[in-house]
């Protein structure tokens, strides 16, 4: 009997061993996906969404792996504002925003209901907290203590957005603010990663002018070395446009070896306009990403999806964009480094949780 067929096998098996991402269990290929999301919302801001497994269907074999957070505020319905006419967006209504924070538990039921193999690709993020209170810090350790092996980051959260601020009951968040600050402490902690959205200026700013919010949200940064943080949208918003050398902005915080634990998501459609609008705006942006493509992740931004179509709109319309980036870059920007960047978090956020277990030190409190 011909000893090839077993030296097949044991050739076939060492390379499952080595390439584990490429094989089932059983040995079969898998599928060879295009992306994993860094930025998507399960539900909407009235907490009504896409079914879990709807959206595995939606991922298809396109979507590897995928973060997975509610929307932290609810819009609320006052009938003396808008009668019978039910909003389902923020921009609906002038009633008030607020925080939700059942949003958390809702992500972690629906995140427990699926088998191992539907889990792995899905990683959550805590979301409802206010990111003005002191308490919040402790709303965030009462989630992990609560639903242990779920969460592996924080965010979306939002400090300054266009239009939503103003509309959030209780008082405006800043950067300046120490809540914020408990916040990001214990997420150097714990091991979460953090995905904040911060407009880098007011809406209809002034192009002559600096941008309102970048020395604030650059010193924030620098307070908090230790922790991985995910600047949304690299600061850009719907009326928020890339400020004036946008591009030079985000290379100065790259290069910056006090903010080497700083990187930037590429997520929202209406970001992707603004990248692909001219032949300019896509060289800049490319030559960018292509000199620091470890620093960057795409995101769908997508809100409650109920279509492929509607899901893919953001990946797509960045099509300009791939072709531009290098054979390393691509890759990274696309994939690569939401693996990096959360399989890391998962690993430090499980042994901080056994480590709280094992020192039965539920709820202690959170210093500077």
Known sequence: MSRRPKIASILLAGLVALVPALFSQDGAPLPQYEFNDSHFHLTNYIQEGTPIRDFLKIMGTTTGRS???????????????????????YLHTDAPLYYYSFTDADIAMA??????????????????????????ADHIRRVLHTFPGVFCGIGEFTIHKEF???????GVA???????????????????????????????????????????????????????????????????????????????????PEMRHVMFDISWDEVAKYVVDSPESLKSSSDVINRYPNRFLFGTDSVAPKTQQEYFKTYRIYEPLWILLTKDAAPKVRKANYERIFDDAARRVRAWEAGQLLGSNRLSPITR
Do not use: C
């Open 67 to 89: 973060v997975l957070f509610g929307i932290p505020l609810q819009q609320q319905w006052s009938y003396r504002i808008s009668g019978d006419r039910a909003p389902t967006y």
């Open 111 to 136: 995140y427990l209901s699926l088998s191992k193999d539907e889990q792995s690709r899905f990683d959550p993020l805590i979301t409802g907290f206010n990111p003005t209170d002191m308490y919040a």
């Open 164 to 170: 939503v601020s103003s509309k959030v009951a209780g």
């Open 174 to 256: 800043s950067l300046l603010d120490p809540a914020l600050d408990r916040v990001l402490d214990l997420a150097e902690e714990a091991g979460l990663v953090v995905l904040i959205h911060n407009d880098v200026d007011i809406p209809f700013a002034s192009p002559d002018k600096p941008p309102a919010y970048l020395d604030e949200m650059k010193a924030l940064l620098r307070r908090h070395p230790g922790t991985t943080i995910i600047w949304a949208h690299t600061g850009v918003g719907r009326v928020v446009r890339p400020v004036k050398r946008h591009m030079q902005m985000l290379e100065e915080i790259l290069r910056d």
